[in-house]
């Protein structure tokens, strides 16, 4: 039986060879797995095989040149021995597809990644043509493989995307050990894609050989490696080469660095970047290199390493921006001594900036919008801290010294400030060497705060500033203290320092009343700046200001009491500033008196220029630093009531011109008429000097009526001089009588020292006048029965004497006549 399924076997198998000699032709075959078309499969001593088209249902696991010629050189040993011919017109994978052919041991092999046409000779086969599709590589020169050992060595000539260099390299066991030299190219873009993509070359990585630098010209000496073409592990990378015309792209929004030359440096898994005559925007960033640590290993760094004298902190700022480090608000076109790293890691991304700005001279510096200049500036940058270890801000209304940090991670930081001297326009603010501790705050808009003055303020986005006690800063502001302003607040709002509003709320005692005499001492005010001006109104109505077409500042009172003295008004003022009052009062410290307005206008800028208006009468007052000038013209008798500080005229005009240094240094002429005198002390002692002496009841004349002394005009000429007051001249002239004067007032003690001569003029002179020789004996030249009178004791209190021992024939012609010789022009 056995016997028999052996013969049985021997027979299929003889038939099987038969067969085989024979020839087996399948025009086509499919399975599931497979399909093919027009086989024919022949055994001649080997086997020969033809294959028009054959279809896998399946993917080709080689995906790459390299793979797929280590699976020829695994291979080719079979085909040598199996084969005699091998045809196989078109084979094809759900992924892939080649055609091969072996006749006369002439390999040709074509796929989607690999060109390969060898011959075997003997143990060894010799490349004719060898082209790897994805690295653009194509070889000219001699390959010796040695099947059985399954390696390769190569030496030659290559082209790959424009890149023409000597190679030599051996495969040995899937270790690909390869030397490039004098390789030149125009760029090595295509060349680093395809190298990426087959050793797992990290993206960024990538970018920062071939996208971020970018060179025009490449020269590469020498390019060793050592790669497991199975897992593509690279073992090891060397290499030197140069490029020319180059330039660095930190992004593509910023301007590059440019250096004229790169020389690139691969040992030890790094790659160094060596930038010859770098510059940034035309200026030197000599000393600076790149360099990418472990660029086959798990822990890859991007060094970045910046170095200048001459790039400035709004140079560098955008670089840092970039990679997400924001140094705030702070700015400078100034150069500074700059060196800067960063250190990029990319797995996990994650960066680190290391750096210091420094400079010592005067050089602009800006916070935000604000300009200021600074005289010392040592910035250091620690990843996310920066420590200001020297700072100055300076301008003309400020100088600070700072120190101290700010976390970039949490947005906050501490300053500590020596205020050499923040002195604000028209004295808000005046401080001097003070010490102080500032807080920043990034994450709300960039929050200044400062506990001392119980200051907030924010300067980016939208601006604001706060004050929440005004008491804190009383102190430190000349205007707030003049106000004697004890507590309040204040707010900003806006969206820069150009256009923005608030409001503030203010008590204060600087004597302000309204028409009451009640105190005003507490307003609120809000106000609204804008290019075009300033406008600020307070609740109560009392007080507004706006920005005149000219650019004064002009602020309308209405309806309060304003206390004002020559010292404070004479005072040259830094700001430009007008003020207009309406039904308002000047409360003249000087002289404890109240002035009523209809209207003013009061002009301060070299000193005080001041009118108020009486309705028909207008005062106008010009107070300079050693200088006064008053003048005066329709004036009504409450004008001079007021001054006076009682109802002492009444009726009438007044008309006054004074000129000197100050109230208590000048000269003055004063005219009135239609007007009388009432209740005066000096008057009412005077008529009782008068009835006290019979010989002087002539003197007693109408016009001391109980209405006061009629005065159809009245002059006087005037001149201080410290506490005396020295009338020069007086005439007042009545309907029946006229008074004229000399002397002096001492205004410290009240002396008074003066010479009346009380004129009769139409009674008891008209009926002298009428007896010939007698009127001229009696009367005089002038016809007028007058005598003379002196005046002592104090002006509170004055005392009357008459040089006219008897009678009244006694005629003093002094007093008149040195009345009618003085200076025509005396009371113009």
């Not at 472990?294 to 760094?301: F, L, P």
């Not at 109104?537 to 009172?557: C, D, H, M, P, Y």
């Not at 309406?582 to 307005?597: G, H, M, P, V």
């Not at 009782?688 to 209405?707: E, G, Q, R, Y």
Request: charged share 25%; with cysteine; hydrophobic share 40%.
């Amino acid at each position: 039986m056995k016997k028999n399924i052996l013969l049985f076997i021997l027979m299929l198998f003889l038939c099987g060879v038969v067969f085989l000699m024979q020839g087996i032709h399948i025009s086509s075959f499919k399975t599931p797995y497979f399909s093919l078309e027009n086989l024919y499969f022949k055994l001649e001593k080997k086997f020969i095989l033809r294959l028009e088209s054959l279809h896998i249902n399946t993917s080709r696991q080689t995906d790459s040149s390299t793979e797929e010629l280590e699976t020829f050189f695994q291979n080719a040993n079979y085909i040598k021995i199996f084969f005699k011919e091998l045809i196989f017109d078109k084979i094809s994978y759900e992924n892939n597809m080649f055609t091969l052919t072996y006749f006369g041991d002439k390999f040709t092999l074509d796929s989607d990644y690999v060109t390969l046409i060898a011959t075997f000779d003997g143990a060894k086969t010799k490349v004719d043509e060898l082209l790897l599709k994805d690295f653009d590589f194509r070889f000219n020169g001699d390959i010796n493989i040695d099947v059985s050992k399954q390696n390769f060595d190569l030496n030659g000539s290559i082209s790959s995307f424009d890149i023409n260099a000597n190679i030599s390299a051996r495969l040995n066991k899937r270790i690909l050990d390869f030397e490039i030299s004098d390789a030149r190219a125009a760029s090595i873009d295509d060349f680093m894609d395809s190298l990426a993509k087959n050793i797992d070359l990290d993206e960024e990585i990538k970018k920062w050989i071939h996208v971020y630098i970018k060179a025009k010209n490449y020269e590469i000496y020498s390019f060793k490696g050592s790669i497991d073409t199975r897992s593509k592990k690279i073992n090891r990378l060397d290499g030197l080469a140069h490029a020319s015309d180059a330039s660095l792209f930190l992004s593509p929004s910023l301007k590059p660095i440019l250096f004229k030359s790169i020389d690139i440096k691969l040992a030890n898994d790094n790659l160094n970047f060596t930038l010859n005559e770098p510059s940034f925007g035309g200026k030197s960033l000599e000393d600076s290199k790149v360099a990418i640590t472990n660029i086959t290993g798990g822990n890859s760094h991007i060094i970045v390493d910046l170095s200048s004298n001459e790039i400035s902190l709004d140079d560098a700022k955008p670089i840092l921006t970039k990679y997400d480090i924001d140094l705030g608000l702070l700015g400078s076109s100034a150069p500074t001594t700059t060196t800067l790293r960063l250190d990029i890691s990319l797995k996990p991304f994650d960066i680190r900036a290391d750096g210091n700005f420094a400079f010592s001279t005067k050089s602009p510096l800006r916070i935000g919008e604000a300009s200021f200049y600074s005289t010392i500036l040592d910035l250091d940058l620690n990843g996310t801290v920066l420590n200001f270890k020297k700072a100055n801000l300076s301008s003309d209304f400020l100088d600070i010294d700072f120190v101290g940090e700010l976390d970039l991670s949490s947005d906050k930081g501490t300053l500590d400030a020596h205020i050499k001297r923040l002195d604000l326009e028209g004295d808000l603010l005046n401080i001097k060497n003070i010490k102080t501790t500032a807080k920043l705050d990034l994450a709300k808009d960039f929050e200044l705060s400062i506990a001392d003055f119980d200051f907030v303020g924010n300067f980016s986005g939208k601006k604001r500033l706060s004050i929440n006690n005004l008491s804190k800063m009383i102190q430190y502001s000349p205007l707030l203290s003049e106000l004697n302003a004890t507590a309040g607040s204040f707010k900003l709002d806006g969206d820069d320092f150009t256009n923005f509003g608030g409001a503030f709320e203010l008590f204060f005692n600087f004597g302000l009343k309204d028409q009451n005499q009640n105190p005003y001492n507490h307003d609120i005010f809000t106000f609204l700046v804008a290019k075009e001006g300033f406008n600020l109104t307070s609740r109560s109505g009392n007080i507004l200001a706006k920005n005149s077409k000219t650019g004064k500042l002009e602020v309308f009172v209405n309806n309060i009491i304003i206390p004002i003295n020559q010292q404070a008004a004479s005072k040259e003022s830094k700001t430009n500033i007008t003020y207009i009052g309406k039904n308002s009062s000047l409360s003249l410290s000087d002289f404890n008196r109240t002035l009523n307005f209809k209207a003013f206008r009061a002009d301060f800028g070299e000193g005080l220029d001041f009118t108020g208006d009486y309705g028909n009468g207008q005062l106008n007052v010009v107070l300079k630093p050693n200088y006064l000038k008053i003048n005066g013209t329709n004036l009504p008798d409450t004008s001079i009531n007021d001054f006076l500080g009682g109802k002492f005229i009444s009726h009438g005009g007044f008309d006054i011109k004074l000129e000197g240094r100050d109230f208590k240094d000048f000269t003055a002429n004063i005219n009135a008429k239609d007007t009388y005198f009432l209740g005066l002390k000096a008057q009412q002692n005077l008529l009782a000097f008068l009835d006290s002496i019979p010989s002087l009841i002539i003197f007693k004349v109408n016009d001391f009526t109980k209405k006061g002394f009629e005065a159809k005009t009245a002059q006087a000429q005037l001149k201080r001089q410290g506490d005396l007051l020295q009338i020069d001249a007086l005439a007042i002239k009545g309907s029946n009588a006229d008074i004229y004067g000399t002397g002096g007032i001492n205004t410290d003690n009240k002396d008074i020292k003066m010479q009346l001569e009380l004129h009769l003029l139409k009674t008891a002179s008209s009926v002298i006048a009428n007896i010939p020789i007698i009127n001229h004996i009696l009367l005089g030249e002038n016809q007028a029965a007058s005598t003379l009178i002196e005046v002592s004791g104090t002006y509170d209190d004055p005392k009357y004497t008459s040089t006219v021992a008897v009678d009244i024939l006694s005629t003093p012609f002094n007093i008149i006549k040195n009345t009618l010789s003085l200076p025509a022009n005396l009371f113009k």
